[in-house]
């Protein structure tokens, strides 16, 4: 964990706190699903706001209200917000969404002495999310590909021995995108962001509920306990030891 001020790292989540509230007025306006995911949504459930050494915030949509924001992004972001992809920044290494802010930049662990190309102000991450079927087949073919996913993903800090191939990660992208159906039983997450892997109950994550984060209220899947059990091995609800603080930043620089 980095050695980073108390106070600086507070401007940072503050400053992601108004491109989340920017990102919900969209999503409200145009009727978009969204929630509040991994750490972020283990936030609100445990501190009712940021995890207090988190450094990024982290959401998820349907694949089909994530491909409508896609669409409609550069024409409803303010010019606080950098809205990054593949496409509008050509050398992001990643194949999921980013909401950087032009006012904080981050500089992650595995940029350290490393000549960065790309935007890399602090960010609010945006996963596509998937639903397939309830079978052993299906959990199995999910955990091969992910794991392929994983092994073709450039270095991050949840993939640190990751390859880039891009070509060959869309194509694995592509075969679960294959699977997924609209009345599928269990909400997946669709491959772009290979961190984690997790199998939910579509009644559980859905209909979407109103969470408690930083004073506020945003969604959150229906049973948010189902959703973090889902996803972490340890007890959530205990803070871990020092040591296991984990932040992705190395260090924050806030423009005046």
Do not use: C
Not at 120 to 132: C, K, Y
Not at 157 to 168: E, F, R
Not at 176 to 190: C, D, S, W
Not at 236 to 252: I, Q, S
């Amino acid at each position: 964990m980095a050695n980073i001020d108390p106070k600086t790292l507070r401007e940072a989540q503050l400053i992601m706190l108004d491109m989340l509230v920017e990102f919900d007025k969209i999503s409200q306006k145009h009727n978009l699903k969204y929630w509040l995911d991994s750490g972020t949504l283990l936030g609100a459930v445990r501190h009712k706001g940021f995890i207090p050494w988190d450094d990024d915030i982290d959401l998820s949509m349907p694949l089909e209200d994530y491909n409508k924001f896609i669409d409609i992004a550069q024409n409803e972001l303010s010019g606080d917000i950098f809205f990054q992809t593949s496409k509008t920044d050509s050398k992001f290494p990643f194949d999921y969404i980013k909401l950087r802010s032009n006012r904080a930049k981050i500089v992650e662990f595995h940029e350290i002495d490393r000549e960065v190309e790309y935007h890399q102000g602090v960010f609010v991450d945006i996963f596509p999310m998937l639903r397939i079927e309830n079978s052993d087949f299906h959990k199995e073919f999910y955990n091969d590909i992910f794991k392929l996913i994983r092994a073709t993903s450039a270095k991050s800090l949840h993939t640190p021995d990751g390859i880039d191939k891009p070509k060959v990660r869309h194509k694995l992208q592509e075969a679960l995108e294959l699977m997924h159906l609209e009345n599928g039983e269990k909400v997946i997450y669709g491959g772009q962001m290979p961190d984690v892997s997790a199998w939910f109950d579509y009644d559980k994550v859905f209909p979407l509920q109103k969470i408690e984060f930083e004073g506020l209220e945003f969604l959150a899947p229906n049973d948010p306990h189902h959703y973090l059990e889902n996803i972490y091995s340890f007890n959530y609800m205990e803070l871990p030891p020092l040591d296991k603080r984990a932040t992705h930043a190395y260090e924050f620089i806030i423009h005046s």
